[in-house]
């Protein structure tokens, strides 16, 4: 449906290369986004082949380009993915090893849309994946008398000062090749001086957008990155009758995430609170074979489990037996696992560095300044304690967690969106 029915729907070029309802992460982000905003305007969706198998279930896609790879990229990214999976995956790396893979897409989308563009076939122009702010556009070019956004776009928080074991753990020291990238990559200044809007997906990226491009701040705006499906939105029920207080932490293992920092959280917990918790950990990773070590030299092998590798939508369930959840990652942008566990009501411990330190607020659950790993593990230790001995705390900030995910639902951030995209128009 329209904002206003009695308004023609924007024409709307939305360009999302990752867009698979399929698959986690970007990709489902992509497909979300997508989704919401074709419902309100009439979309010319173009992104990549990989997602057409996925995308042909979705009776409401019908109008899709996709853009295919040569069989040459095909070969190149097998072996650039080979290389950097080589014992854990070095992302860096693996981002600056696979930029040619994107822009063949990105010069393919120019190639064929370039002159619909500039005989102002579309409304606006609205490019939504890659997220991180490290990529060029190139129908930007064409954009003349069209407007064109760019966003959420998202990324670039840096590890805390305390925790530079765990940032090298995660090959940071290779971060300077995105900022060699801005300055080599031709068309990425381009981009984002050009760009009539910009939308960034936290707090930290908005300020380095402005930080770095200098361009006047209404022309870049906070909105969010992540949301969340109205099937998780389960509001919690009363607990009062259960034997234990669950715990719950969702996310890949390894060490950025913060699982170790958790269990040894759970290992200095009073006795008595030791006695009325269950922690699940669920995910899968490089350090869980560690974690499960750790886990039985402090003998907390009767309060903590390991599920594994769990298919997006089981999650639920996990959810919603759960009263808390903890998820202290150092360094998260878009944490779509907080927005999931607040929308089934949960208080959320988390630690302030990126975007999830932004949805979580003291009405929700705690947010812990990332200081030092002895520091973040002491607040994780009085947080549970005190949300596992404060029941009425503990369902204050459930209902307050559900309320607040309200607005992170996809079809209200589509809504805010196209409302975005008549303020752009009108200001043209």
Same mark, same amino acid.
């Given at each position: 449906?329209n904002?206003? %029915?009695?308004?023609?729907?924007?024409?709307?070029?939305?360009?999302?290369?990752?867009?698979?309802?399929?698959?986690?992460?970007v990709?489902?982000?992509g497909y979300?986004y997508y989704?919401?905003?074709?419902?309100?305007c009439d979309?010319t969706l173009v992104?990549?082949?990989?997602?057409?198998?996925?995308?042909d279930?979705?009776?409401?896609?019908?109008?899709?380009?996709?853009?295919?790879?040569?069989?040459l $990229? &095909?070969i #190149?990214?097998r072996?650039?993915?080979?290389?950097?999976?080589?014992g854990? =995956?070095?992302?860096? @790396?693996?981002?600056?090893?696979t930029?040619p893979?994107?822009?063949?897409?990105n010069?393919?989308?120019y190639?064929?849309?370039?002159?619909?563009v500039?005989?102002?076939?579309?409304?606006?122009v609205h490019?939504i %994946?890659?997220?991180m702010?490290?990529?060029? +556009?190139?129908? +930007?070019?064409?954009c /003349?008398?069209t407007?064109?956004?760019?966003g959420?776009v998202?990324?670039?928080?840096?590890?805390?000062?305390?925790?530079?074991?765990?940032a090298i753990?995660?090959?940071?020291?290779?971060n300077f090749? =995105?900022?060699i990238?801005?300055?080599?990559?031709?068309?990425?200044?381009?981009?984002?001086?050009?760009?009539?809007?910009?939308?960034?997906g936290?707090?930290?990226?908005?300020?380095?957008?402005?930080?770095t491009f200098?361009?006047p701040d209404?022309?870049?705006?906070?909105f969010?990155e992540?949301g969340i499906s109205?099937d998780f939105?389960?509001?919690k029920?009363? $607990?009062?009758n259960?034997?234990?207080v669950?715990?719950?932490f969702v996310?890949?293992?390894?060490? #950025?995430k913060?699982?170790?920092?958790?269990?040894?959280a759970?290992?200095n917990?009073?006795?008595?609170?030791k006695s009325?918790?269950?922690?699940?950990?669920?995910g899968d990773?490089?350090?869980?074979?560690q974690l499960?070590?750790k886990?039985?030299?402090?003998?907390?092998?009767?309060?903590?489990t390991?599920?594994?590798? +769990?298919?997006?939508?089981?999650t639920?369930? #996990?959810y919603? /037996?759960?009263?808390?959840?903890?998820?202290?990652?150092?360094?998260?942008?878009?944490?779509?696992?907080? @927005?999931e566990?607040m929308?089934?009501?949960l208080?959320?411990?988390v630690?302030d560095?990126g975007?999830?330190?932004?949805?979580?607020?003291? /009405? $929700?659950?705690?947010?812990i300044?990332p200081?030092?790993? &002895?520091?973040?593990?002491?607040? @994780? $230790?009085q947080?549970?304690e005190?949300?596992?001995?404060?029941?009425?705390?503990?369902?204050?900030?459930?209902?307050?967690s559900?309320?607040?995910?309200?607005?992170f639902e996809?079809s209200?951030?589509?809504k805010?969106?196209?409302?975005?995209?008549?303020?752009l128009?009108?200001?043209?």
């Amino acid at each position: 449906m329209n904002l206003n %029915t009695d308004e023609k729907p924007l024409k709307v070029l939305l360009i999302i290369e990752q867009c698979n309802p399929d698959w986690a992460s970007v990709p489902l982000e992509g497909y979300n986004y997508y989704n919401g905003i074709n419902q309100l305007c009439d979309v010319t969706l173009v992104t990549h082949l990989r997602n057409k198998a996925a995308l042909d279930k979705d009776p409401e896609a019908k109008n899709v380009i996709y853009i295919g790879e040569s069989q040459l $990229t &095909k070969i #190149y990214y097998r072996i650039a993915d080979t290389i950097t999976s080589i014992g854990k =995956r070095n992302w860096p @790396l693996y981002l600056t090893l696979t930029y040619p893979i994107y822009e063949e897409f990105n010069t393919q989308v120019y190639k064929k849309f370039k002159n619909r563009v500039l005989e102002n076939e579309y409304d606006l122009v609205h490019v939504i %994946t890659p997220m991180m702010p490290r990529y060029p +556009v190139k129908i +930007v070019k064409a954009c /003349q008398h069209t407007p064109f956004l760019l966003g959420p776009v998202n990324g670039g928080v840096p590890f805390p000062p305390g925790f530079q074991k765990v940032a090298i753990q995660e090959f940071s020291y290779l971060n300077f090749l =995105r900022t060699i990238g801005r300055y080599l990559i031709p068309g990425y200044l381009e981009t984002y001086m050009k760009a009539n809007k910009i939308l960034a997906g936290s707090t930290y990226t908005l300020n380095w957008l402005k930080r770095t491009f200098k361009k006047p701040d209404n022309s870049i705006v906070l909105f969010y990155e992540n949301g969340i499906s109205k099937d998780f939105l389960n509001p919690k029920t009363s $607990t009062k009758n259960n034997q234990y207080v669950n715990l719950l932490f969702v996310g890949r293992l390894v060490p #950025y995430k913060g699982a170790d920092m958790l269990i040894e959280a759970i290992a200095n917990v009073s006795d008595t609170v030791k006695s009325k918790i269950k922690l699940a950990i669920v995910g899968d990773g490089s350090e869980k074979k560690q974690l499960e070590n750790k886990t039985k030299t402090l003998k907390l092998d009767n309060i903590i489990t390991f599920t594994g590798w +769990v298919k997006q939508h089981e999650t639920l369930e #996990y959810y919603k /037996q759960a009263d808390v959840f903890c998820f202290p990652s150092i360094r998260e942008f878009g944490g779509a696992v907080v @927005l999931e566990a607040m929308a089934c009501g949960l208080p959320c411990i988390v630690v302030d560095n990126g975007g999830i330190g932004e949805y979580v607020t003291e /009405q $929700t659950g705690f947010s812990i300044k990332p200081k030092s790993r &002895k520091y973040v593990i002491q607040e @994780l $230790t009085q947080k549970i304690e005190l949300l596992v001995e404060n029941e009425p705390l503990r369902q204050e900030m459930s209902a307050r967690s559900y309320e607040r995910v309200q607005e992170f639902e996809w079809s209200n951030k589509a809504k805010k969106i196209v409302q975005a995209y008549h303020k752009l128009l009108n200001s043209q």
